[in-house]
């Protein structure tokens, strides 16, 4: 039997036979050659020494460095073409250039955002598949951005747009009727105040009976407005050296809603003048020459008909001077004047009993010329 010691100190045998083989030690586990008789008795074991394991790493390492020579030798190959190579301009997308325009144009109208929303989508698609070919991919992030924010800030003002035009004409219509209200208000001050009779339309006359000035002037102490009447000379026409400067200086009661005060001094609200009219003319035209206020149809002991079912005042589609005298004249036979069609409701109308209601635009003709007349006898059904 052999004998030699392991490098953990333990002393191992073996047989002479198995001189030159490996054995294990039962304590270290370490691998050892069975020494030859003549040889130590202990031997050095076979675990790797530290330059045989840096060996065993870099030859594990072997086939990740070549990897990454390729990969480099690739990329500079790749580089070095694209130098030599010249320069091609990219062509820009037409859809990305289409999704701009149609996203400028929603921040004004909701309806280009879908498809400039769509045609974004599908530039950037084409941009990403074109190999670096295409261009315009700014273009159409851009477009998508601007749909989005039509999305988000437009739609909802464009659903409350119709909300907000009926809330500004059902504002504009009671203004409307505030002005007819105060006119309304005028006429029974100046009846009351003058032996229950209505001035004429034509208010002031000259001497041979030319009219000279509207009602219009007439009420003006009756809505505030008595400085200005002062002002006026009552035995010239509207339109002489002296009156005319009054016609920019129209009272605010006069102006519709909605129409501008452009100073031209141009007023919608007119009376109807003609036979059967609270307007009408007396047959013995009255008493020309007198500068004091003209006076016609007796109120409300002339009205037949009865002050709720005939109009007082209304408002014309075609505008005058507010001091010249010019009104709607009304013909029985003949096609009636037409009136403001400024709401879609229908016009207002001041009524002799000093109530304000708004007509279909669409009146029956009879019916309208039912009110008109204050003696016709007609039986008022509004639709």
């Known amino acids: 039997?052999?004998?030699?010691?392991?490098?953990?100190?333990?002393?191992?045998?073996?047989?002479?036979?198995?001189?030159?083989?490996?054995?294990?030690?039962?304590?270290?586990?370490?691998?050892?050659?069975?020494?030859?008789?003549?040889?130590?008795?202990?031997?050095?074991?076979?675990?790797?020494?530290?330059?045989?394991r840096e060996t065993v790493r870099q030859e594990d390492d072997r086939p990740r460095r070549r990897a990454e020579r390729d990969w480099d030798r690739d990329r500079d190959r790749d580089r070095d073409r694209r130098r030599s190579?010249?320069?091609?301009?990219?062509?820009?997308?037409g859809k990305a250039g289409w999704a701009l325009g149609l996203g400028l144009a929603s921040l004004c109208l909701v309806v280009p955002a879908i498809p400039a929303l769509i045609l974004g989508i599908l530039a950037l698609r084409d941009i990403g598949k074109s190999n670096d070919e295409l261009g315009g991919r700014g273009l159409a992030i851009t477009g998508i951005v601007l749909s989005c924010l039509s999305f988000i800030l437009i739609a909802p003002i464009a659903l409350l747009l119709p909300a907000i035009s009926r809330v500004r004409e059902s504002a504009a219509r009671m203004q409307d009727a505030n002005n007819l209200k105060q006119i309304g208000l005028a006429f029974y001050s100046v009846s009351s105040s003058h032996g229950d009779r209505l001035p004429r339309a034509a208010a002031f006359?000259?001497?041979?009976?030319?009219?000279?000035?509207?009602?219009?002037?007439?009420?003006?102490?009756?809505?505030?407005?008595?400085?200005?009447?002062?002002?006026?000379?009552?035995?010239?026409?509207?339109?002489?050296?002296?009156?005319?400067?009054?016609?920019?200086?129209?009272p605010k009661t006069y102006l519709v809603p909605g129409q501008q005060d452009d100073r031209s001094g141009r007023t919608h609200y007119q009376v109807f003048v003609g036979p059967g009219t609270l307007f009408e003319e007396p047959k013995d035209n009255g008493n020309p020459g007198n500068?004091?206020?003209?006076?016609?149809?007796?109120?409300?002991?002339?009205?037949?008909?009865?002050?709720?079912?005939?109009?007082?005042?209304?408002?014309?589609?075609?505008p005058v001077p507010w001091t010249s005298p010019?009104?709607?004249?009304?013909?029985?036979?003949g096609p009636l004047p037409p009136m403001n069609d400024q709401f879609s409701a229908g016009f207002n109308v001041l009524f002799a009993d000093g109530t304000v209601r708004p007509l279909?635009?669409?009146?029956?003709?009879?019916?309208?010329r039912a009110m008109i007349t204050r003696n016709g006898g007609e039986a008022v059904r509004e639709p």
Not at 8 to 30: H, I, M, Y
Not at 221 to 233: C, G, H, M, S, W
Not at 291 to 318: C, E, H, K, S, Y
């Open 85 to 93: 190579r010249p320069e091609v301009p990219l062509t820009t997308s």
């Open 291 to 318: 500068r004091m206020l003209q006076f016609g149809v007796r109120f409300p002991a002339d009205v037949p008909d009865g002050t709720a079912n005939t109009i007082l005042v209304t408002t014309a589609r075609t």
């Open 205 to 250: 006359r000259s001497a041979t009976g030319k009219p000279l000035l509207s009602w219009r002037v007439a009420i003006l102490p009756y809505i505030e407005q008595d400085a200005l009447y002062k002002q006026f000379r009552l035995d010239e026409p509207w339109d002489s050296p002296h009156n005319i400067q009054f016609v920019s200086r129209m």
């Open 326 to 333: 010019q009104d709607l004249p009304f013909e029985p036979d």
């Open 1 to 52: 039997m052999l004998r030699f010691e392991c490098e953990c100190g333990r002393q191992l045998q073996a047989r002479e036979e198995d001189t030159g083989k490996k054995a294990k030690c039962p304590s270290c586990g370490v691998i050892t050659t069975v020494p030859a008789e003549d040889q130590p008795r202990s031997s050095r074991s076979d675990r790797p020494s530290e330059r045989d």
């Open 360 to 368: 279909r635009p669409n009146i029956p003709v009879d019916v309208l």
